[in-house]
């Protein structure tokens, strides 16, 4: 029985959706699918967030404190906060000067309350009530974790910050210490889930750092969810420079398994002559849907305009919204 017969509501109710991934990704696929008061929602939305950021504020507590990385969870929690304009923006804010220059108030307020009540996770549970959170945020690893990459030139990197800089062709990631251990409660919900999503975001440093943690791969290929990429508008300077759809595939794969996910949801509509020229300059362009080598990875592709264009190429928050009830709508079915 799937979660949508359990709780029919009219057809309001829509399944249990996890979200994985980090960065900037996460957060906005969040605002996206956050309850919208008479339309249809997910009857749980949860998220599991990467904790290996090693730069600005975070990788400052982390070196200081040896608190686990608060700055991706922060902003994810924003994302899905109910409370007045003035706490989010109050959380989101950043010191300017003194010794706290470039420290988020949330990062800090975060790494205070983990200090309270001995516990990080403890911590981002506590935050919930404190923000209204319309979800469920976990953080991928109870542990400190350190990306190691190695690139095609031979190079070992330690760190997010520093395989972000050497902007090189990363032929490997992984993680130290390599067994660390997520939340029970983030392995239930992966378990439990109708839909999981995967992305969009860096690839080698806020997607695959979750898929990496062995209890995370293993809850992922146990749960009868469908487990969806949300593939990346654009390739991303020094991390993915000239990945098609299906290199990302495969980069996924080779970092955790086969049935990590069974579909490919990708953007069919074309930049501007304009934005198309800025991004050529910039080194990225649109990640090109390559469906053969898409279909030999025996992947269901679902392709849709997902594209809001401004100064940058971003997800629509309405298009992406859209697509994913629908995928949910066909998860449930198959359940």
Not at 13 to 19: C, D, E, P, Q, Y
Not at 56 to 85: K, M
Not at 89 to 98: E, M, S, V, W
Not at 163 to 170: D, E, L, N, Q, T
């Amino acid at each position: 029985m799937s979660s949508f017969d359990r709780h029919p509501r009219q057809g309001l109710s829509l399944g249990r959706v996890v979200a994985i991934g980090g960065g900037t990704g996460l957060p906005a696929l969040l605002q996206s699918l956050r309850p919208i008061k008479g339309e249809p929602s997910f009857e749980e939305l949860k998220a599991i967030v990467t904790v290996a950021d090693t730069g600005g504020s975070s990788g400052r507590l982390r070196r200081d404190l040896g608190t686990l990385a608060p700055g991706d969870i922060r902003n994810c929690l924003v994302a899905l906060s109910g409370a007045p304009d003035i706490l989010t923006k109050l959380f989101q804010y950043r010191f300017t000067q003194g010794e706290l220059e470039g420290h988020s108030f949330g990062n800090l307020f975060i790494v205070a309350l983990a200090e309270v009540t001995g516990d990080f996770s403890a911590a981002i549970e506590k935050l919930h009530d404190i923000l209204a959170i319309k979800g469920q945020i976990y953080p991928s690893a109870r542990e400190n974790v350190e990306l190691v990459a190695q690139f095609d030139d031979g190079e070992m990197v330690m760190g997010e910050e520093a395989i972000s800089r050497k902007r090189g062709r990363i032929a490997g990631i992984s993680i130290y210490p390599p067994h660390p251990a997520p939340p029970d409660a983030a392995l239930d919900a992966l378990r439990d889930a109708d839909l999981i999503l995967v992305g969009p975001g860096s690839l080698f440093t806020s997607i695959i750092p979750n898929l990496l943690v062995p209890k995370i791969k293993n809850a992922i290929l146990e749960s009868r969810a469908r487990k969806v990429f949300v593939c990346n508008l654009a390739t991303q300077p020094g991390e993915t420079d000239g990945f098609r759809a299906s290199d990302h595939v495969r980069a996924l794969l080779a970092h955790s398994a086969e049935g990590v996910i069974d579909t490919i949801l990708v953007n069919t509509a074309k930049l501007s002559g304009e934005l198309e020229k800025n991004y050529e300059e910039a080194g990225s362009s649109l990640v090109e849907i390559d469906e053969d080598s898409l279909v030999s990875l025996n992947l269901s592709i679902v392709k849709k305009d997902l594209l809001a264009e401004g100064e940058f190429a971003r997800h629509d928050p309405r298009k992406l919204r859209q697509a994913i009830l629908e995928l949910m709508r066909t998860a449930v079915e198959k359940i």
